[in-house]
């Protein structure tokens, strides 16, 4: 077996294929932002944290992850924050 072929590089490759696909599918729904970040825990969830300014973007940004059919465990901890200006 060699280094590419371990279980620990597959699983790696596997969860960088799922943050390459996210980050487009964010773009696309115009919900991708200085603020927003994602992590992915294993080959299949994800958690995403960071400041949104609306509970109907947070509830977006799920939802965006839910249509990816790879994603099966997602640990939203996105905060709702409203700057003074009503912008994050």
């Known amino acids: 077996m060699n280094k590419l072929d371990s279980p620990v ?3 790696s490759l596997g969860k960088l294929l799922l943050q390459r ?3 487009p599918a964010f ?4 919900l991708l932002s200085q603020y927003l970040y ?3 825990e294993d080959v299949d969830s994800v958690r995403l944290y960071g400041l949104v300014n609306s509970s109907e973007k947070k509830e977006r940004i799920e939802t965006v992850l839910k249509e990816m059919k790879e994603i099966k465990k997602i640990t ?3 905060t709702i924050f409203k700057s003074s200006s009503g912008r994050t």
């Open 9 to 11: 590089s597959v699983k």
């Open 21 to 23: 696909k996210a980050e």
């Open 38 to 40: 994602l992590s992915m």
């Open 76 to 78: 939203n901890d996105v």
């Open 27 to 30: 773009l696309g729904a115009g």
